[in-house]
């Protein structure tokens, strides 16, 4: 699987969109880019998830790139509940036996400041 | 997505004991896997829990540590085995339906080793 690279941590305004970037270099054709977070004491949330288009949800928006060595996370309206770790996680899809694994980097450190 | 349940929810144990977390979902699940998170850390994978076969660990992770079952499809357990301090972590449980492509994970377990 493709290793990710985050930054250590980021702060953002409450109320603002908050915008964490993911370098996966070496990211195949079949693998899809997924973003988790964990909030403290809690186990890691789905937030979104993508292969080459730009995916949004009720959560966040995922924006990747046109030749995917990068993509962006969008929290368009940052809350004080959005502190948490996030997780940029590239993986295979598919049912090929040990694709379903995620492989956890040690994400980014998203501070809300109100 | 599915509801997840881990109990028991935090330990503290003696050396040289076992503890068995159980983890149950509200729907049945093709993939069910056992994560660890040790203090500090980002998440490791220990092992993949498969319904009717042995559970395939991931490297440096043994079944004599840390058996696995898994009697149905919506239910698995972990025990670890003749604690030391150091297998002080939070142990989590995901989900992932067949096809679905998304990781669900439980609140975790909270285990310390005196």
């Known amino acids: 699987d493709a290793k990710t690279t985050q930054p250590t941590s980021m702060d953002c305004a409450e109320g603002r969109a908050a915008n964490l970037p993911c370098n996966h270099s070496t990211i195949s054709g079949n693998e899809y880019v997924y973003w988790y977070r964990q909030i403290h004491s809690q186990g890691p949330q789905y937030i979104i998830h993508?292969?080459?288009n730009n995916e949004t949800n009720e959560m966040a928006s995922l924006i990747i790139t046109e030749d995917r060595k990068s993509s962006t996370l969008i929290l368009p309206h940052a809350t004080l509940r959005d502190t948490a770790v996030y997780y940029c996680i590239v993986r295979r899809g598919g049912l090929i036996q040990g694709a379903q694994k995620l492989v956890f980097g040690q994400g980014t450190r998203l501070t809300i400041n109100p | 997505s599915a509801v997840i349940s881990q109990k028991p929810s935090r330990d503290i144990c003696q050396r040289g004991t076992s503890l068995t977390i159980q983890c149950q979902v509200d729907s049945q699940v093709t993939m069910m896997f056992w994560y660890r998170q040790q203090p500090g850390q980002s998440l490791t994978l220990i092992a993949t829990a498969n319904q009717g076969s042995e559970a395939t660990y991931e490297s440096g992770f043994v079944i004599d540590k840390f058996p696995i079952s898994r009697p149905n499809l919506t239910f698995s357990t972990l025990t670890v085995s003749n604690m030391s301090p150091e297998d002080s972590s939070i142990y989590l449980c995901?989900?992932?339906?067949?096809?679905?492509?998304?990781?669900?994970f439980g609140a975790g377990t909270r285990l310390s080793v005196l």
């Open positions: 993508g292969l080459k």
């Open positions: 995901s989900v992932e339906g067949e096809g679905k492509n998304i990781q669900y």
